[in-house]
């Protein structure tokens, strides 16, 4: 233990780690929060009170622990737990869940050890980056400093290699760049995101045709969020196919769409072996229905429920091409839904977990399960325990690991009523 010195570096005992991939340590100040170190190990940093407690970033490790891996000094600020062998990080993940469901739910359940993503790096299908005068990257968290790379070692060689060839000049006048690449079919896709008119974004366009991109989209830059103005096409396609589980889907550059697709076709796999059969399923929050054709391979009726409409048009027209007819799609907010009548009702909200207009409609509903996939551990935890005050047993909970090398973690759990 030592008193931090604001701007001086101190020695510190790491204890365990925490959501957010920190290191936690004991100060005569209280706890503190530091980057880049892990359990066991004495580390020197220097802290800083940010948002009601101390904070820093390990500036050498003075006692290393037998789970530190040497790490790339040019991996992407995302990547918070690539200082950690990967067997020790799906154990990190599975005590994320564990301390969550403990802390937050206050429940008592097994928590299986966390389900490994297929590949540990060059997994992901998709990533967005700041353009900047000298090059393309990552903005570093929390602030508005970009860490330029020139290789992206999370992303498929499709994207992470083809950031060499780049030219932010010619990228001019965009902001930020979005790409969406197909492992099944080796295409990529390319969303220009800034101000200005499309017509600004000829250049940029041109050189990523040149550069063998399968598909240019312009989107103009807000502050209310990711793709919320509309999206316009600037050449060739629109959409590409991906492989989920059991099925090519339709995937674009600025649609949501899981980046880690072998990981999550796993996931969509397993939950069918958790649901059993029955005639119908609501699943909320639904998206393009990835997870919902899968549900269909058990459940009469699957009705998705999505609010975002590139996502139900685009699960429309998969359906269609499917030819898998159990599944409709509805366009609404699940925040809106005055009642469900179902056997099974599927979740899988964004990160902020369900609205409490939402949760309240599910528990009420009274199906007798409930599967719930969750990219939060904490408000997750704080869902279950309004559906355990309701009547629901929490019987399977399993972490899976979409995103290797840093400390996000998706759940999957399964809650019946008793």
Known sequence: MAAPLHGSAARYTIEKIVSGGYGLARTDKGVALIAGALPGEIVEAALQPKKGRLEGRTLKVLQSSPMRVPFARDTPPTANLAHASYEAQLEYKRLFVVEALERIAKLEAEVLPTQASPEQWRYRNGAQYVVTADGVGYRQPGTHKAQLITVDPLTTELIGDGLRDLDPEKLAPSGEIAFRASLST???????????????????????????????????????????????????????????????????????AQVNPLAAGELYRAAVGLIGTGDACVDLYGGSGGLAFHLAQGYQRVTVVEINPDAVERGQADGQRLGIERVQFQRGDAAQISSLSADLISLDPPRAGLSPEALEVVVNAGAPKILYVSCDPGTWARDVARFSKGGYKLTHVQPWDFYPQTSHVEVLSLLELE
Request: proline share 3%; net charge negative.
């Open 186 to 256: 080796n295409e990529v896709l390319a969303c220009l995101i800034g101000l200005g008119k499309p017509r600004d974004y000829f250049a940029a366009r041109k050189h990523l045709e040149e550069l063998g991109v399968t598909g240019v989209s312009f989107a103009f830059a807000t502050l209310e969020g990711r793709f919320r103005a509309a999206v316009t096409p600037l050449f060739g396609k629109e959409n590409i196919l991906e492989t989920y589980g059991d099925y090519d889907l339709s995937i674009s550059a600025s649609s949501f």
